[in-house]
């Protein structure tokens, strides 16, 4: 086991409504980057966190936000949801917000848009 | 061209056999490439970091060649629980890290 929790584990919602999800990282790191996975697709980049600021986003519209809190967990809101959002959500923590720092995945949230 | 391309499979083998997977990156700046394990709806789990001068674990050996810009991973004896899919990952030009679509590995009894 990681150490990185998530919640909730399966989330139903539909078209226009508005999801917040949940990540506690690792005890001891201080970064946290969220992915997307769909179907048959590898994780793609969402944005990552590191001391409680914003530190790099991938190609994501802004109804997909984020923050980070002091104790370094994190959340991500998505509004206006699309059926396009339904995938995976996976949080990754890391020591440091260097490339060379590995990543330690929670078990993610499923989203299901409807 | 993307990222990070991978052979997605997939790659059916017999226990005790010997698979290759490879991956191509086509950002030359990369400096930091890792192999990570995925089980059927679970999350992404580190397998190892890869280094220049390659590295083993066990029955994994993983390989850098930075002038062709590709990734392999070796396993031998592959055991049932091998099965799983393998994603490979580079750090990005603007992303911490660029997965590839990943490998689907089925060993068979």
């Known amino acids: 086991e990681t150490g990185v929790t998530q919640s909730p584990t399966h989330l139903i919602k539909t078209r226009g409504q508005q999801v917040t999800l949940r990540c506690s990282s690792q005890?001891?790191?201080?970064?946290v980057s969220w992915y997307q996975q769909a179907l048959g697709q590898g994780p793609q980049f969402i944005f990552q966190?590191?001391?409680?600021?914003?530190?790099g986003r991938g190609n994501f519209p802004p109804r997909f936000s984020g923050l980070q809190f002091p104790n370094y967990s994190s959340e991500l809101n998505v509004n206006a949801l699309e059926l396009d959002d339904s995938a995976l959500y996976l949080c990754a923590s890391s020591l440091e917000a260097g490339r060379s720092y590995e990543q330690y995945f929670g078990p993610g949230t499923r989203l299901t848009v409807t | 061209r993307k990222e990070v391309e991978q052979d997605p499979g997939p790659f059916n083998v017999p226990e005790g056999a010997t698979v290759a997977f490879n991956c191509t990156y086509s950002?030359?700046?990369?400096?930091?490439f890792f192999w990570y394990r995925q089980d059927c709806r679970k999350e992404p789990k580190l397998l190892m970091s890869v280094y220049s001068s390659g590295n083993e674990d066990g029955r994994f050996t993983a390989q850098l060649n930075r002038a062709s810009q590709y990734i392999s991973l070796l396993i031998r004896d592959s055991k049932l629980s091998d099965s799983a899919t393998y994603l490979c990952?580079?750090?990005?030009?603007?992303?911490?890290?660029?997965f590839g679509k990943g490998t689907r590995l089925s060993v068979i009894a």
């Open positions: 966190y590191y001391r409680e600021e914003e530190n």
């Open positions: 005890s001891g790191h201080n970064t």
């Open positions: 950002n030359s700046a990369s400096q930091s």
């Open positions: 990952v580079v750090n990005g030009r603007n992303t911490p890290l660029v």
